[in-house]
């Protein structure tokens, strides 16, 4: 794991795949509670292709370095933290992949600053007034205090807790125990960490996205959405509505797969990473 000292945070990231790969590089973006762990399966499938994969974890929540400028913590600021680290990593061409939270980060990204953009992929995510939606928009509310933060997380040790649909289970079919317990460990060890998630919290608006909504037709860019059929929290209308903004765009519907689709069907989504990243000339 390397780390990355930003001005607003140290990002730690793990890089895959050969650096001087012919492909475009791809930057995984991951949700709230989440840390890089959600894109593991997905970057090693593309490193055996021979694409270059950048997964930061990103200061949402599972993070373990806290954040020393609060005032960064809210989804406009984690996107521009996005943006500063992919002209730190001086990276360009960049397909840029999100989920869940992560999936909003990267159209504030694309809106704000398109030119080191190459391509976009959403899985299930954020989109339009669903910021979060139900019923992650009532369990952010209560979570704006560290103290609330800790409780639950306490809580969500218990396995059948953590997977049952009051947990990773509404997000995940087949939750893998030692993934979910290490997203939750931060929040768990360290006081700042549950400080950071609720500052963060606390400026969680639909605004954002509903805002961008209106300017995402503007990026002609190619775009592909990888999006989980059995999803109740980002349904497949929500999907669908999501790929009509865009003029470049092609929605692949996915069975079997709920919001973490890196995680139910992670070779459905090598495979449209694969079919949209361009080699470069």
């Known amino acids: 794991m390397a780390q990355l000292a930003l001005r607003q945070a140290t990002i730690e ?10 492909h475009a590089p791809v930057l995984f973006v991951h949700g709230i509670l989440v840390d890089g762990g959600l894109w593991r399966e997905v970057a090693e499938g593309l490193a055996r292709r021979g694409f270059r994969g950048i997964v930061p974890t990103l200061p949402l929540g599972s993070h373990t370095i806290p954040v020393h400028d609060l005032t960064a913590l809210s989804l406009p600021g984690v996107a521009e933290l996005i943006n500063d680290l992919i002209v730190a990593l001086e990276l360009s061409d960049v397909t840029l992949v999100g989920s869940d939270t992560g999936g909003g980060l990267c159209q504030l990204v694309v809106d704000a600053h398109p030119d080191r953009i190459g391509r976009l992929v959403l899985t299930n995510c954020d989109a339009f007034d669903k910021c979060p ?4 928009d009532v369990a952010f509310r209560l979570l704006r205090g560290p103290i609330s933060i800790k409780a639950l997380c306490t809580q969500m040790r218990w396995r059948a807790l953590r997977h049952s649909p009051l947990g990773f289970g509404l997000l995940i079919k087949r939750p893998e125990a030692d993934l979910t317990s290490a997203w939750l460990q931060p929040c768990l060890s360290d006081p700042r960490i549950c400080r950071d998630l609720a500052a963060l919290l606390r400026q969680v608006t639909a605004f954002d996205l509903t805002d961008v909504a209106t300017r995402l037709p503007l990026f002609t860019k190619p775009v592909t959405l990888v999006w989980g059929q059995e999803d109740r929290c980002f349904t497949p209308g929500l999907g669908r509505r999501l790929a009509g903004l865009f003029s470049n765009g092609r929605l692949i519907e996915v069975p079997d797969a709920r919001t973490f689709v890196s ?19």
């Open 13 to 22: 990231y793990q890089e895959f795949g050969p650096k001087d790969s012919p």
């Open 263 to 281: 995680l139910d069907q992670p070779h459905a989504v090598i495979e449209a990473i694969a079919a949209l990243n361009s080699v470069r000339a």
């Open 133 to 136: 939606p139900f019923p992650f």
